[in-house]
C-alpha cells in the first residue's frame, strides 16, 4: 500500500499521463531507490558545508557517498512501516554526521532506530 503511495506521488511529481503511467507500471521501479534518490537529491539542494572552510559537503565524495547511504537506509525504514521522515532537512545536521561515514546500511539504520526513541511502526 505505501508503495503505491510512493508510485503514485511519483507518476504525480513527473506529470506522467495513463499510457505512460501503464509503461512505467510493467517496468521494476523499486520505491526504495526512488526515495533515496529524492532524499539526496533533496539534501543536495540544501548546499550543506563542512567545517570551517565552508567547502561545500557535496565536494567530499566519501561525505556524500555517507549521506547517500544514510539516505537509504531512511528510505528503507520508511518502506519497512516506520514513521520516519524519509528525507534529511537542514536541522539534521548534527544526526547525520554521526553517521556518513558508517559502513554500513545496516548500521545506520539500527543507530536510527536507537536514537529515535519515538521511531515506531505505522
Known sequence: MRHGIILASI???????????????????????????????????????????????IDNLAFAEGVRKVCRARAELYAEGYEIYPFITDTMQREIYALVFSSDIEDIKSHIKQHLPKLRRI
Open 11 to 57: 507518476l504525480f511529481l513527473y506529470g506522467c499521463s495513463d499510457e505512460q503511467s501503464n509503461n512505467i507500471e510493467k517496468t521494476t521501479i523499486d520505491p526504495v531507490v526512488l526515495l533515496t534518490d529524492w532524499c539526496f537529491e533533496h539534501w543536495k539542494e540544501q548546499q550543506w558545508t563542512l567545517g570551517d572552510s565552508n567547502l561545500p559537503a
